[in-house]
Protein backbone atom coordinates (compact mmCIF):
# COMPACT_ATOMS: atom_id res chain seq x y z
CA UNK A 1 0.00 0.00 0.00
CA UNK A 2 1.51 3.02 -0.86
CA UNK A 3 1.58 6.06 1.55
CA UNK A 4 0.19 9.65 0.77
CA UNK A 5 1.59 12.78 2.35
CA UNK A 6 -1.51 14.06 4.31
CA UNK A 7 0.27 17.70 4.78
CA UNK A 8 -2.82 19.89 6.02
CA UNK A 9 -2.61 22.83 3.56
CA UNK A 10 -0.27 25.72 4.25
CA UNK A 11 -2.43 28.54 6.10
CA UNK A 12 -1.87 31.68 3.81
CA UNK A 13 -0.14 34.08 4.95
CA UNK A 14 -1.16 38.06 5.18
CA UNK A 15 2.06 38.84 3.43
CA UNK A 16 1.06 38.91 0.09
CA UNK A 17 -2.09 40.87 1.13
CA UNK A 18 0.31 43.61 2.95
CA UNK A 19 2.32 44.07 0.25
CA UNK A 20 -0.46 44.19 -2.66
CA UNK A 21 -1.96 47.62 0.12
CA UNK A 22 1.71 48.73 0.10
CA UNK A 23 1.67 48.85 -3.55
CA UNK A 24 -1.57 50.34 -4.15
CA UNK A 25 -0.81 52.97 -1.29
CA UNK A 26 2.58 53.89 -3.48
CA UNK A 27 0.61 53.93 -6.73
CA UNK A 28 -1.64 55.71 -5.48
CA UNK A 29 0.26 58.43 -3.92
CA UNK A 30 2.98 58.40 -7.65
CA UNK A 31 -0.71 59.55 -9.24
CA UNK A 32 -2.00 62.31 -6.91
CA UNK A 33 1.55 63.44 -7.03
CA UNK A 34 2.20 63.57 -10.88
CA UNK A 35 -1.06 65.01 -11.06
CA UNK A 36 -0.83 67.79 -9.09
CA UNK A 37 2.79 68.75 -10.83
CA UNK A 38 0.97 68.67 -13.91
CA UNK A 39 -2.13 70.65 -12.80
CA UNK A 40 0.56 73.65 -11.39
CA UNK A 41 2.82 73.31 -14.68
CA UNK A 42 -0.38 73.57 -16.62
CA UNK A 43 -1.73 76.60 -14.47
CA UNK A 44 1.01 78.20 -15.71
CA UNK A 45 1.22 77.49 -19.25
CA UNK A 46 -2.51 79.20 -19.12
CA UNK A 47 -2.00 81.90 -17.06
CA UNK A 48 -2.97 85.08 -18.65
CA UNK A 49 0.69 86.22 -19.16
CA UNK A 50 2.03 83.15 -20.91
CA UNK A 51 -1.35 83.28 -23.03
CA UNK A 52 -0.98 86.89 -24.01
CA UNK A 53 2.83 85.90 -24.62
CA UNK A 54 1.57 83.32 -26.72
CA UNK A 55 -0.72 85.14 -29.00
CA UNK A 56 2.23 87.80 -29.66
CA UNK A 57 4.91 84.94 -30.38
CA UNK A 58 1.84 83.31 -32.76
CA UNK A 59 1.85 86.75 -34.59
CA UNK A 60 5.47 87.35 -35.30
CA UNK A 61 6.05 86.57 -38.31
CA UNK A 62 9.71 84.89 -38.14
CA UNK A 63 7.92 82.80 -35.77
CA UNK A 64 5.78 81.18 -37.88
CA UNK A 65 8.35 81.15 -40.69
CA UNK A 66 10.41 78.79 -38.62
CA UNK A 67 8.17 76.78 -36.66
CA UNK A 68 4.75 77.09 -38.93
CA UNK A 69 1.01 78.01 -38.40
CA UNK A 70 -0.58 77.47 -35.59
CA UNK A 71 1.39 77.82 -33.42
CA UNK A 72 0.68 75.68 -30.13
CA UNK A 73 1.83 75.43 -26.38
CA UNK A 74 3.30 72.12 -24.93
CA UNK A 75 1.67 70.70 -21.37
CA UNK A 76 4.94 71.10 -19.25
CA UNK A 77 5.21 74.83 -18.22
CA UNK A 78 7.99 76.27 -15.55
CA UNK A 79 9.02 79.26 -13.84
CA UNK A 80 6.96 81.20 -11.45
CA UNK A 81 3.75 83.77 -12.24
CA UNK A 82 2.08 86.09 -9.94
CA UNK A 83 -0.75 88.83 -9.85
CA UNK A 84 -1.40 90.72 -6.92
CA UNK A 85 -4.71 92.35 -5.90
CA UNK A 86 -3.42 95.94 -7.00
CA UNK A 87 -2.97 94.65 -10.83
CA UNK A 88 0.79 94.29 -10.38
CA UNK A 89 2.44 91.06 -11.18
CA UNK A 90 5.58 89.32 -12.67
CA UNK A 91 6.12 86.46 -14.84
CA UNK A 92 9.40 84.02 -15.56
CA UNK A 93 8.00 81.26 -17.81
CA UNK A 94 9.63 78.29 -20.12
CA UNK A 95 7.08 77.07 -21.78
CA UNK A 96 7.61 74.42 -24.97
CA UNK A 97 5.86 75.30 -27.75
CA UNK A 98 5.37 73.53 -31.50
CA UNK A 99 3.97 74.34 -35.07
CA UNK A 100 3.74 71.85 -38.38
CA UNK A 101 7.57 72.68 -39.10
CA UNK A 102 9.28 72.30 -36.15
CA UNK A 103 9.13 73.00 -32.05
CA UNK A 104 11.20 75.17 -29.33
CA UNK A 105 10.75 76.57 -26.09
CA UNK A 106 9.36 80.37 -25.57
CA UNK A 107 11.30 82.33 -22.90
CA UNK A 108 9.25 84.82 -21.03
CA UNK A 109 10.29 87.45 -18.69
CA UNK A 110 7.73 90.20 -18.20
CA UNK A 111 5.87 92.41 -15.26
CA UNK A 112 2.39 93.86 -15.21
CA UNK A 113 1.32 97.12 -14.48
CA UNK A 114 -1.86 98.53 -14.11
CA UNK A 115 -3.32 95.09 -15.32
CA UNK A 116 -1.02 95.50 -18.78
CA UNK A 117 1.69 93.40 -19.28
CA UNK A 118 5.41 94.23 -20.64
CA UNK A 119 7.72 91.20 -21.87
CA UNK A 120 11.73 92.61 -20.80
CA UNK A 121 12.10 89.25 -22.88
CA UNK A 122 9.97 87.35 -24.84
CA UNK A 123 11.88 84.52 -27.62
CA UNK A 124 12.11 81.06 -28.72
CA UNK A 125 14.79 79.18 -28.46
CA UNK A 126 14.23 76.70 -31.52
CA UNK A 127 14.99 72.64 -30.74
CA UNK A 128 17.32 72.38 -33.67
CA UNK A 129 19.34 74.43 -32.37
CA UNK A 130 19.04 77.18 -34.71
CA UNK A 131 19.32 81.10 -33.74
CA UNK A 132 16.77 82.57 -31.13
CA UNK A 133 14.33 84.14 -32.68
CA UNK A 134 13.29 87.83 -30.78
CA UNK A 135 9.14 88.27 -30.68
CA UNK A 136 9.32 91.94 -29.45
Known amino acids: MAQTSTN ?3 ARSGCLWAFLVLMMIVVGGVTVIGGGM ?18 RASD ?12 VRGTFASGSYSVNSDGTGRIDLSLPVSGPKGSGTLLVVGSRTA ?9 IVPDDGSAEIPVQ
Not at 115 to 121: A, D
Request: charged share 15%; glycine share 8%; hydrophobic share 45%.
Open 115 to 123: NQWSYSRLI
Open 38 to 55: AWLFNGLARSEGAVQALK
Open 60 to 71: APAVTAKLGSPI
Open 8 to 10: PPK
